[in-house]
């Protein structure tokens, strides 16, 4: 898992030279599925869906004062007690035990970022010291090399022995700052002003500091930087996984937590909307029984990959996971089962103006619901959106396709009333539109 990887910066959706030539490797030699979504739009719920194959609002864990319900049963005890020695090593400080992601794991390795203040970082008192500058919410973290080295010295011990190991690589997060050469690959910053440091995009989006044109291009030459940083390494991973003789057995996935904006609908960072920067993310799936270079274009979600790969593994999850298997298109032909892709946000201590977002998206069609109630109890706000006609959803349909928007509404409204009455503490339905 790469964190706030945007879609559009893996493969062939880039028009200029290729920032991934690694991960385009193994989607040539794999599968690519071209509209998988998030499930919101910051680290805390997404991976837990990752992990557990449910939406947030089903695995519990949706601001950061919560954790993965008990009953929320993921990857790693499944395949731990199928006999897989299992390992996670991550690098995002918000990825912790405490919050419920270690279970499950032999080990877990989270080593890469201090302790103290970071690892309160949703509180109060340390968004006023990162304010003031006294906290930098980056400090210490591991870049994708040391992830990758740490990986690759757990996977030597492990013999011929079956494995699960889950990587969360922190680039190309903010504050983008790729090493040499990667710093200057894509732009050497003349002309800029403003320096990339610990903050920097918290204080754009605040006010506090003015951006350039040519200030913007830096923040985003640094960012591809770093991009590119993570796919070399990811090449490290891969090409220490072929020198073991494992790389032909192991079912690799890559995939992002979420995106990042760079001003696509005049923002920073994560953490304040659900349109495609940000919920729009890379998935490439290769190894054994997956037809190379397979390209597939139906609707996907992180909810998808639990049950994909237990399926691949031949386990069967013994609950109800909110994803489907997307095994047999990868390895039968079948077609990508078609239904409605669901995504959500409340936003208690987040970047937002508003404190309750959720999204609904079929075939094209994606329609987006706000409310300033966090438990949606107050009127929402919806717009609807045709993603192939506007990809950059910036044209609202539903005052010219009314029936249409109240078809998509009615189907996001139903998904959320159906949670809220299993009593989940998810945002009720909608009380009008």
Known sequence: VADTLRADRVGARRSGPTLTPVIDGLAAGGATFENASSTASWDLPTTASILTGLYPSDHGLQRRTQRIRPEAIGLAPLLRDAGYETAAIVADRGITAEAGFARGFDLWDDTGYSEGIQRHLGTPMA???????????????????????????????????????????????????????????YGDGAGASLRMVPGTLEAIMDGQLRVEPEDFDALVALYDGEVSYMDSKIGDLLGGLKSMGRMESTLIVFTSDQGEELIDHGGLGHAHTLYQELVHVPLVLSGPGIAAGSVLDGNVSQV?????????????????????????????NEPVPARDIFMEETYTGQRSLVHAIRAA??????????????????????????????????????????????????????????RSSQGDGGSPAPSSR
């Not at 966090?374 to 396709?401: C, H, V």
Request: hydrophobic fraction near 40%; glycine fraction near 10%.
């Open 361 to 418: 998206r079929r075939g094209n069609l994606k329609i987006i619901g706000s409310s300033f109630h966090a438990r949606g109890e107050g009127p929402w706000d919806w717009a609807l959106y045709d993603l192939e006609a506007d990809p950059k959803e910036s044209t609202r349909l539903e005052g010219t396709q009314p029936e249409v928007a109240r078809e998509m509404i009615g189907a996001a409204e139903e998904w959320m009333a159906r």
């Open 304 to 332: 998808d990959l639990a049950p994909t790969i237990l399926e691949a593994v031949g386990l069967t999850p013994p609950a109800p996971m909110d994803g489907v298997s997307l095994w047999g298109a990868l390895s039968r």
């Open 127 to 185: 968004t006023a010291l990162r304010r003031l500058g006294l906290c930098a919410p980056r400090d210490g973290d591991t870049p994708a090399g040391g992830v990758v080295d740490r990986a690759l010295n757990w996977l030597r011990g492990t013999g011929n022995r079956p494995f699960f190991l889950y990587l969360h690589l922190m680039d190309p997060h903010a504050p983008y700052a790729p090493p040499p050469p990667y710093d200057t690959m």
